[in-house]
């Protein structure tokens, strides 16, 4: 049997982990040549589904398949991306991989004894790109309206700059953060953690207020304004089941 962690989805191979011929470092400008030839690696950290998502409660449907469905939409999302290479999925929950598999470019790295997002998220880089080969980033994995040309946009700027944060609809948390090609990574994720990855660094582009990037789900406020962006098939569907 193939194992559920540590393997690759048949339609990623190593060449999707190496970096590309010059550095993510030298784009000049959104928009440049260069920001445009870049493939990041996103790194997502999941929470095994039966203990995520505490504060969502929405009325007929399972906490656990909820909060499944809106991390899957959020990998098939990443995983269209035209400037992601891969997307490296950090979690124990099986049933997600298993789930996951017709999902393009994704691998998963078991968490471990990885403590807290942020801990994750470095077991993750650790794996796939230990020496930042390649321009990388983590997202959160609980945004069910994103598309992928609203990430793609970000990490577009992000190539500009050393470090990059995408503040979320409130403004205080973050959903993505990026570190370009050499720059050791760094993160914070938690409640307030924008000011945090604005002190560790990390600049704030201009990403409009209405990006699904910045509409992540943790009430039930929260998905019904997300709802309003348009929701992945998986999230939709179960809503409507």
Known sequence: MTPLFGRRTQNSTDSDVKGPDSSA????????????????VVVVPVKPSARAKSRLEVDGVGRADLARAIALDTLAAAAACEVVAQVVVVTDDAAL???????????????????????????GMAAVDPN?????????????????????????????????????AEGTG????????GVEWASSFGEGSFARHVALGCEAPAIPDASTLRR??????????????????????????
Not at 25 to 40: N, P, Q, Y
Not at 174 to 181: C, E, Q
């Open 25 to 40: 470092r030298g784009a000049e400008a959104d928009g440049s040549v260069e920001s445009r030839r870049l493939r990041w």
């Open 132 to 168: 930042g080969r390649m321009p990388r980033a983590a997202l959160l994995g609980d945004l069910p309206a994103l598309r992928p040309g609203d990430l793609a946009d970000a990490l577009r700027v992000a190539a500009s700059v050393d470090r990059a944060v995408v503040a979320d």
């Open 216 to 241: 992540d789900v943790d009430t039930a406020a929260q998905l019904e304004a997300a709802r309003a962006l348009g929701l992945g098939p998986r999230t939709a569907a179960l809503l409507l089941s």
């Open 174 to 181: 973050s959903t993505l953060v990026t570190a370009a090609v």
């Open 97 to 123: 991989a298993r789930e996951a598999a017709a999902i393009p470019a994704l691998r998963f790295v078991p968490e471990g004894e990885a403590r807290g997002l942020d801990g994750a998220v470095a077991a």
